[in-house]
């Protein structure tokens, strides 16, 4: 199990919004993100994961957001 938060940033590092922030069990996942409060542009999400055995994990991806 880990404490589980997805943030979405802008290109200057503004959290615009938290996708996910909670507890899951291990194992594959799957989030539906609605992004329509957002305009068109380049975006990136970051994932951490903090368990509580000290194994973390945290990751940044860029995203596009097209309308």
């Known amino acids: 199990d880990a404490n589980v938060t997805i943030g979405v940033y802008n290109l200057v590092g503004e959290n615009v919004t938290d996708v996910v922030s909670g507890e899951f069990s291990a194992g594959k996942h799957r989030v539906n993100f609605d992004a329509s409060s957002l305009t068109s542009g380049i975006y990136f999400y970051r994932i951490d994961a ?14 596009t957001v097209l309308k």
């Open 50 to 63: 903090a368990a509580s055995n000290g194994n973390n994990f945290s990751s940044v991806k860029k995203m």
